[in-house]
């Protein structure tokens, strides 16, 4: 079953090609908890470490040097801590070995030469803490660039499958509803034909910025590529989604007015609100309830229900 609204549009996407399982929506779940997690493992476990660590240097004496293994608290927590919590642990790691090193007996006949061997421990551990941060961030921003459009600095095809996944098989397994927009702009073509490309760039980050602005939190806009964006409306049933998407296309349209910008919008909007919804699919039919949007004469919406369409 199809419902047509007018008023406001949405336009086309590509198909997709991910594939959506019920294995990798928990590998997301357990990226998210362990993220989440991360301050009290991180800490917990290199006091742990530092901890054996520091017993087998104590029992095995000063015969055999157990540097390296300091570096096994160091450089966990490095990672799983913010810069400020894991310089803590380069501290204690020279203490304890210094302090290891005069309880098995170590005798300096220069204090300089004690100093002189702590500052050397405790500056090595510094630098491989900064080194590993580095690292770190470096990390997260590349991940964060994979997984946002640079365009517009929202998400794009790749994290909008990875959060589509989730809420379809959190569907499958409590029955929560979701909803998914297909959304398009008409005539996009003509604004980077006249007025050229950085006029179409401005406009799409306009429009990504003015929809972000005007959905919850817990919802996600990415962009698909071109002058395609595509929403996830999580716990939206689809008589919900038809107030969402109506209240959000009058205010792109009344924006998109006030900038005398010459486009409108075409969307194609399905839920899923019981059982196990096909994700892949489910993009698939509003990609078409959108093309249907288009036919009729753009600048509308149509709503559908996966399984009734």
């Not at 204690?92 to 220069?110: A, T």
């Not at 950085?198 to 806009?221: C, H, K, T």
């Not at 009344?254 to 486009?263: A, L, M, T």
Request: glycine share 6%; with cysteine; aromatic share 10%.
């Amino acid at each position: 079953m199809v419902e047509t609204a007018k008023n406001d549009s949405f336009d086309e996407m590509q198909k997709p090609g991910a594939d959506f399982s019920a294995s990798s929506a928990f590998r997301s779940q357990a990226f998210k908890y362990l993220s989440e997690k991360s301050k009290t493992f991180g800490f917990v476990s290199g006091i742990l470490s530092l901890s054996a660590v520091a017993f087998l240097d104590y029992t095995t004496g000063n015969e055999i040097v157990m540097v390296l293994l300091y570096l096994i608290p160091i450089i966990m927590t490095s990672w799983l801590l913010s810069r400020r919590a894991a310089m803590i642990f380069p501290v204690l790691c020279g203490l304890s070995l210094i302090s290891i090193d005069l309880l098995n007996g170590h005798v300096y006949k220069n204090n300089l030469v004690l100093i002189w061997n702590a500052a050397t421990i405790l500056a090595t551990f510094l630098i491989i803490t900064i080194v590993f941060q580095a690292l770190k961030q470096a990390y997260l921003d590349e991940r964060k660039l994979a997984r946002h459009d640079i365009m517009t600095g929202i998400p794009n095809r790749k994290m909008f499958y990875e959060e589509l996944d989730k809420e379809a098989y959190r569907t499958g397994r409590y029955g929560r509803p979701f909803t998914v927009a297909y959304i398009d702009m008409d005539n996009f073509k003509h604004i980077n034909d006249s007025l050229g490309h950085d006029s179409g760039d401005e406009l799409l980050r306009f429009v990504a910025n003015s929809i972000r602005r005007n959905i919850r939190i817990s919802d996600v806009v990415a962009r698909m590529g071109g002058d395609e964006f595509i929403l996830l409306l999580p716990e939206t049933n689809q008589e919900r989604a038809r107030l969402v998407i109506s209240k959000l296309l009058r205010h792109l349209n009344s924006s998109i007015n006030k900038e005398i910008w010459p486009v409108s919008f075409s969307i194609g909007v399905l839920s899923c609100e019981s059982g196990s919804c096909n994700a892949r699919e489910m993009i698939k039919k509003a990609d078409e309830l959108m093309y249907e949007v288009k036919r009729a004469g753009k600048n509308s919406a149509k709503f559908g229900k996966f399984g009734k369409y």
